[in-house]
């Protein structure tokens, strides 16, 4: 399966901004999409934003205008920029990955920790 590395998590002020990213690397599984996911406190995990490996782009409604997913082609690197951040946005990010037909891995990262607060 696939193995993640996540960072640039941490403690930024409203208003402020952050860069984050994922490395994957994995056998036997065919990454052809790849997407960031948050979970705050007492919340379900939800989908914020994924990308394709023809570079096409989705976000959730919260993450648009204020978030920008990227990637660095060959390898799997993930970047989530994160901009004009609010308290609400306080979670820990994850980023997850699919095979074509957007089969999803069976493993996550460990997570990332981001904390919006003055």
């Known amino acids: 399966q696939v193995q993640f590395v996540e960072s640039g998590g941490g403690l930024v002020q409203p208003g402020g901004s952050l860069r984050l990213s994922c490395a994957a690397s994995?056998?036997?599984?065919?990454?052809?999409?790849m997407g960031w996911y948050r979970q705050a406190p007492g919340k379900e995990r939800e989908l914020v934003a994924t990308?394709?490996?023809?570079?096409?782009?989705n976000y959730s409604d919260f993450a648009k205008g204020r978030f920008t997913i990227s990637r660095d082609a060959p390898k799997w690197t993930i970047y989530l920029q994160m901009n004009n951040l609010t308290p609400e946005d306080t979670a820990v990010y994850y980023c997850h990955a699919a095979a074509k037909g957007w089969t999803p891995s069976t493993s996550w990262g460990q997570g990332t920790q981001v904390t919006v607060s003055s």
């Open positions: 994995g056998r036997g599984f065919s990454i052809w999409a």
């Open positions: 990308v394709t490996a023809g570079r096409s782009t």
